[in-house]
C-alpha cells in the first residue's frame, strides 16, 4: 500500500477518546460485550476497504496497515484480529490462495507475487490464532471484482478492442489509470479469468493476454489462428512506427537541406536531398508491406464474418428441417382437399337451411293483400276528423266576444239622383 498521506481519515480520528478505544486490543471473548467489539470491527473494515479503494489497489498486508493507521507513534492493536475475521467471512483472501484457485500456470509469470514462495502457515492457523505475519498479502474480494470490471470496460473502450489477444506490457500501459501497480492488475486478470472472461499464456516467453468479444459469452482457448492473427497485428504496429520514424526522417533531412542552402552550401544540401529520397524509398517499401499485412488481416476479419454468417446460416437451416421434418407435399394438398371439402358441405347446409325458413311466392301475395286491405279500413273521411265549432263563436273580425253583446246593423247611405240640368 502506498503512503497514509494518501488516505483520507475520517472525522473521529481527532477524538482521542473515541480512538483510544478503536487502537485498543479486542477482548478474547466477544459475548462480554458484543456491542463495542462489533462496532470496533465495523469501523475498521470499513476503512481499509475505502483505503484500499482509494489507492487504487485491491491487496493489504498486516504491516502496511499499521503503518498506515499509526497515530501519534501508535498503531492499531486489533488490525491482527480484523484480518482474521474478514478471512473467516470470506471478504478478503491470501494472495497465494486467490491465485492458485485460478491456475497453477501462474506460478511461473514471475509478475511480482508471492507465489512460489513457501506457505509459511495453513488457512486454518490463520483462523484459529493471532499470529498474523506481517508480509503475508490478502486480496480484498469486493475490490479486486470491482477493478476486474473496470479493466474490461477499459479494454472494450480502447483502440485494441478489435484485437482479441495483448501483450502483457501492452496491457499494463493501457490499465495505467485503473490499476495502481502490477500486483493489481494480475488480481484483476485472476478474477477475470474466474468470470471466464480472459485467458493468460506464455508464447515464446512472453505472455499474452486473451480478452472474451462481445459476441461471445466466454472467451475460448488460444489458438494457433490466434497466435497468427497476433503476430501479424504486432508486425502492422512496428511497420507503422517504422513507417512513420523513416517521415520524420525524411523531413528533418529536408529541413537541413534548405537551411544549407542558405548558407550557400550547395554541395552538401544536394546530399542531403538524396539521403532524404533514400529515405522515402525505403519508407515506401516499408508502406507497402505495411499495406500488405493489413489486406491480410482484412481477409483473415472477413473470414471471420463470413464464418459466423456460415454458421448463423447453417442453425437456420436445422431448425428449418426440424420445424419442417413431418410437412409434405402430399400431405398438404390432402389438406386443402379436406378444407374445401369441408366449406361445400358448409355452403350446402347454409343453402338447406335457409330454404327451410323462406316464405313461399303465395304467401307472400296473400300477406300483401292482407296488408293493403288494413290500410284501407284505417284510412279517415275526409271531414270526420275535424272538431265541431260552435254557432255562436263565429264573429267578425275585429269585434271582440263578450256575453250578452249584440253587434248593430250598419246600413251604408243612399246617394240621391239629380238628374243633369
Given at each position: 500500500?502506498?503512503?497514509?498521506?494518501?488516505?483520507?481519515?475520517?472525522?473521529?480520528w481527532?477524538?482521542?477518546?473515541?480512538?483510544?478505544?478503536?487502537?485498543?486490543?479486542?477482548?478474547?471473548?466477544?459475548?462480554?460485550?458484543?456491542t463495542?467489539?462489533?462496532?470496533?470491527?465495523?469501523?475498521?473494515?470499513?476503512?481499509?476497504?475505502?483505503?484500499?479503494?482509494?489507492?487504487?489497489?485491491?491487496?493489504?498486508?498486516?504491516?502496511?496497515?499499521?503503518?498506515?493507521?499509526?497515530?501519534?507513534?501508535?498503531?492499531?492493536?486489533?488490525?491482527?484480529?480484523?484480518?482474521?475475521?474478514?478471512?473467516r467471512?470470506g471478504?478478503?483472501?491470501?494472495?497465494?490462495?486467490?491465485?492458485?484457485?485460478?491456475?497453477?500456470?501462474?506460478?511461473?509469470?514471475?509478475v511480482?507475487?508471492?507465489?512460489?514462495?513457501?506457505?509459511?502457515?495453513?488457512?486454518?492457523?490463520?483462523?484459529?490464532?493471532?499470529?498474523?505475519?506481517?508480509e503475508e498479502s490478502f486480496?480484498?474480494?469486493?475490490?479486486?471484482?470491482?477493478?476486474?470490471?473496470?479493466?474490461?470496460?477499459?479494454?472494450?473502450?480502447?483502440?485494441?478492442?478489435?484485437?482479441?489477444?495483448?501483450?502483457?506490457?501492452?496491457?499494463?500501459?493501457?490499465?495505467?489509470?485503473?490499476?495502481?501497480?502490477?500486483?493489481?492488475?494480475?488480481?484483476?486478470?485472476?478474477?477475470?479469468?474466474?468470470?471466464?472472461?480472459?485467458?493468460?499464456?506464455?508464447?515464446?516467453?512472453?505472455?499474452?493476454?486473451?480478452?472474451?468479444?462481445?459476441?461471445?459469452?466466454?472467451?475460448?482457448?488460444?489458438?494457433?489462428?490466434?497466435?497468427?492473427?497476433?503476430?501479424?497485428?504486432?508486425?502492422?504496429?512496428?511497420?507503422?512506427?517504422?513507417?512513420?520514424?523513416?517521415?520524420?526522417e525524411?523531413?528533418?533531412?529536408?529541413?537541413?537541406?534548405?537551411?544549407?542552402?542558405?548558407?550557400?552550401?550547395?554541395?552538401?544540401?544536394?546530399?542531403?536531398?538524396?539521403?532524404?529520397?533514400?529515405?522515402?524509398?525505403?519508407?515506401?517499401?516499408?508502406?507497402?508491406?505495411?499495406?500488405?499485412?493489413?489486406?491480410?488481416?482484412?481477409?483473415?476479419?472477413?473470414?471471420?464474418?463470413?464464418?459466423?454468417?456460415m454458421?448463423?446460416?447453417?442453425?437456420?437451416?436445422?431448425?428449418?428441417?426440424?420445424?419442417?421434418?413431418?410437412?409434405?407435399?402430399?400431405?398438404?394438398?390432402?389438406?386443402?382437399?379436406?378444407?374445401?371439402?369441408?366449406?361445400?358441405?358448409?355452403?350446402?347446409?347454409?343453402?338447406?337451411?335457409?330454404?327451410?325458413?323462406?316464405?313461399?311466392?303465395?304467401?307472400?301475395?296473400?300477406?300483401?293483400?292482407?296488408?293493403k286491405?288494413?290500410?284501407?279500413?284505417?284510412?279517415?273521411?275526409?271531414?270526420?276528423?275535424?272538431?265541431?265549432?260552435?254557432a255562436?263563436?263565429?264573429?267578425?273580425?275585429?269585434?271582440?266576444?263578450?256575453p250578452?253583446?249584440?253587434?248593430?246593423?250598419?246600413?251604408?247611405?243612399?246617394?240621391?239622383?239629380?238628374?243633369?240640368?
Amino acid at each position: 500500500m502506498s503512503k497514509s498521506s494518501e488516505t483520507a481519515l475520517p472525522p473521529e480520528w481527532d477524538d482521542d477518546e473515541r480512538m483510544n478505544f478503536l487502537f485498543s486490543d479486542f477482548k478474547e471473548n466477544r459475548d462480554v460485550n458484543t456491542t463495542d467489539w462489533d462496532s470496533k470491527m465495523d469501523f475498521w473494515i470499513a476503512l481499509i476497504i475505502k483505503t484500499c479503494r482509494d489507492r487504487a489497489t485491491v491487496i493489504v498486508n498486516l504491516q502496511d496497515l499499521s503503518q498506515t493507521f499509526r497515530r501519534k507513534e501508535k498503531s492499531p492493536l486489533g488490525l491482527a484480529t480484523v484480518i482474521q475475521s474478514m478471512a473467516r467471512c470470506g471478504k478478503i483472501h491470501r494472495e497465494s490462495e486467490f491465485a492458485a484457485h485460478v491456475d497453477c500456470g501462474w506460478l511461473s509469470w514471475g509478475v511480482g507475487l508471492l507465489l512460489v514462495k513457501p506457505l509459511k502457515w495453513t488457512f486454518s492457523t490463520l483462523l484459529g490464532s493471532n499470529r498474523v505475519p506481517l508480509e503475508e498479502s490478502f486480496v480484498v474480494i469486493e475490490l479486486v471484482k470491482e477493478k476486474a470490471a473496470e479493466l474490461l470496460a477499459v479494454y472494450r473502450s480502447s483502440e485494441f478492442a478489435s484485437r482479441s489477444i495483448l501483450s502483457f506490457q501492452e496491457l499494463c500501459a493501457l490499465s495505467s489509470d485503473v490499476c495502481a501497480d502490477e500486483s493489481t492488475l494480475c488480481m484483476a486478470l485472476l478474477q477475470l479469468q474466474r468470470d471466464k472472461q480472459v485467458t493468460v499464456s506464455l508464447h515464446e516467453g512472453e505472455k499474452i493476454v486473451k480478452f472474451c468479444q462481445p459476441d461471445q459469452d466466454r472467451v475460448c482457448p488460444v489458438s494457433d489462428v490466434d497466435i497468427g492473427i497476433y503476430h501479424l497485428q504486432r508486425s502492422e504496429k512496428l511497420l507503422g512506427e517504422r513507417v512513420e520514424k523513416l517521415g520524420l526522417e525524411a523531413d528533418k533531412c529536408k529541413e537541413e537541406a534548405r537551411i544549407l542552402l542558405h548558407e550557400g552550401k550547395k554541395s552538401q544540401a544536394l546530399r542531403c536531398l538524396r539521403g532524404r529520397k533514400r529515405v522515402e524509398k525505403r519508407a515506401d517499401n516499408l508502406f507497402v508491406k505495411l499495406e500488405s499485412i493489413r489486406a491480410i488481416l482484412d481477409r483473415i476479419a472477413q473470414s471471420q464474418t463470413d464464418k459466423m454468417v456460415m454458421q448463423a446460416y447453417q442453425a437456420g437451416v436445422s431448425a428449418l428441417r426440424l420445424s419442417l421434418k413431418d410437412v409434405t407435399v402430399e400431405r398438404a394438398e390432402n389438406l386443402v382437399d379436406q378444407i374445401q371439402e369441408l366449406c361445400d358441405t358448409q355452403d350446402e347446409v347454409n343453402q338447406t337451411i335457409s330454404s327451410g325458413v323462406t316464405s313461399t311466392d303465395e304467401d307472400i301475395d296473400e300477406l300483401e293483400e292482407e296488408l293493403k286491405s288494413l290500410l284501407e279500413e284505417s284510412k279517415p273521411d275526409s271531414f270526420s276528423g275535424l272538431p265541431e265549432v260552435p254557432a255562436n263563436v263565429l264573429r267578425p273580425f275585429g269585434e271582440p266576444s263578450l256575453p250578452g253583446f249584440q253587434p248593430k246593423k250598419v246600413t251604408s247611405p243612399t246617394k240621391r239622383f239629380e238628374p243633369a240640368q
